[in-house]
């Protein structure tokens, strides 16, 4: 549609936590159309592979008529490009995402102008959050409860169950 104001949210989202849905969440509300865009990135390392992650994203984020869920490679604002999106959601949770947040911001504008960066920040609760410290909390055995979606946790359990056991999945 012309006119219509698509953002996308990239991100790794290995796995997707509250956090992302809070930012989403807050994007739909805004923006006529968002793409939650998962980096394609074999260097990572993933827990989970493509494929999962971007189930659970679907499934987390299924109650939202304007969230398309999608993958990318190489750069982003090509991609954004691509899919004709003007802004490109990023969200911010304290100081330290900062540094990193600015240069990619300015390095996306020197190589498409016309394409804004656009920071959110989260509801307090999540501000602390992130799917490296789901990941390290949920294989030391602890709760994480209420910081990621129902399925998340579940298949959290599932995959650290089974590298107790040695099992490959
Ligand atoms: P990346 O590898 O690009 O950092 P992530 O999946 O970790 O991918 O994060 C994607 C985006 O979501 C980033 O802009 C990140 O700052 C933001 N984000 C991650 N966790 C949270 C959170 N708890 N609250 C708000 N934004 C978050």
């Known amino acids: 549609m012309d006119g219509e104001i698509v953002a996308i949210y990239p991100g790794s989202f290995d796995p997707v936590t509250n956090g992302h849905l809070d930012i989403i969440e807050r994007g739909t509300g805004i923006f006529d159309r968002v793409i939650v865009a998962v980096l394609v990135n074999v260097a990572k390392d993933p827990l989970f592979t493509l494929e999962e992650r971007l189930e659970m994203l679907r499934d987390a984020t299924s109650r939202w008529q304007n969230v398309v869920i999608d993958t990318f490679n190489g750069l982003l604002v090509s991609y954004a490009a691509e899919r004709q999106a003007r802004v490109i959601l990023r969200g911010i949770r304290a100081v330290t ?10 390095m996306n504008r020197r190589m498409a102008p016309h394409i804004e960066t656009v920071f959110m920040v989260p509801a307090e609760a999540y501000s602390y959050l992130s799917s490296s410290l789901v990941k390290e909390v949920a294989s030391l055995g602890g709760s994480v409860t209420g910081l990621v979606p129902p399925l998340v946790e579940r298949n959290l359990h599932v995959r650290i169950q089974r590298k107790d056991t040695g099992k490959r999945v």
């Open 97 to 106: 995402d900062f540094e990193y947040e600015f240069q990619m911001a300015s």
